[in-house]
């Protein structure tokens, strides 16, 4: 699987490689969420969308977000597919956030994790930590 989705927004649903996804104006209780903060000072907030496999930043509040999918392909392993960041976000350390929320979640959850996304396995080479390494299949 390659590691590549187009994103279309409009103001009540994201559309990624075909899929439909309905946005949430109240994050529901399955959605785990993790703070860090960009260069500029700015919050950044990391949802988990675990019902729909996915790390979600939105951006400045507005319908613009990154996102990062995955899928299980195993009962306890996952495929980190692909990473997206709007163009207008790029080179902001954002695609970061969303690496470091689906590594972690994978130490956290025992889990195993394919890399299929180029971004991810940059991610794990920039940020050699012991602990992604026994998670991930190489």
């Given at each position: 699987?390659?590691?590549?989705?187009?994103?279309?927004?409009?103001?009540?649903?994201?559309?990624?490689?075909?899929?439909?996804?309905?946005?949430v104006?109240?994050?529901?209780?399955?959605?785990?969420?993790?703070?860090?903060?960009?260069?500029?000072?700015?919050?950044?907030?990391?949802?988990?969308?675990?019902?729909?496999?996915?790390?979600?930043?939105?951006?400045?509040?507005?319908?613009?977000?990154?996102?990062?999918?995955y899928?299980?392909?195993?009962?306890?392993?996952?495929?980190?597919?692909?990473?997206?960041?709007?163009?207008?976000?790029?080179?902001?350390?954002?695609?970061?956030?969303?690496?470091?929320?689906?590594?972690?979640?994978?130490?956290?959850?025992?889990?195993?994790?394919?890399?299929?996304?180029?971004?991810?396995q940059?991610?794990?080479?920039?940020?050699?930590?012991?602990?992604?390494?026994?998670?991930?299949?190489?």
């Open positions: 699987m390659k590691c590549f989705a187009s994103v279309r927004s409009s103001s009540s649903h994201v559309a990624i490689s075909g899929y439909q996804h309905r946005r104006a109240v994050i529901p209780p399955i959605m785990a969420q993790a703070h860090a903060f960009d260069t500029s000072g700015s919050q950044i907030q990391v949802e988990h969308d675990k019902k729909r496999r996915q790390f979600v930043i939105r951006l400045n509040g507005s319908h613009d977000r990154a996102v990062l999918l899928e299980y392909v195993g009962k306890k392993t996952v495929d980190l597919q692909h990473t997206e960041v709007p163009d207008a976000y790029r080179g902001r350390g954002i695609a970061k956030h969303l690496a470091k929320a689906a590594m972690d979640f994978v130490v956290e959850e025992d889990l195993k994790a394919h890399l299929t996304c180029w971004y991810i940059k991610y794990v080479k920039e940020n050699p930590q012991p602990q992604y390494f026994e998670h991930i299949y190489q």
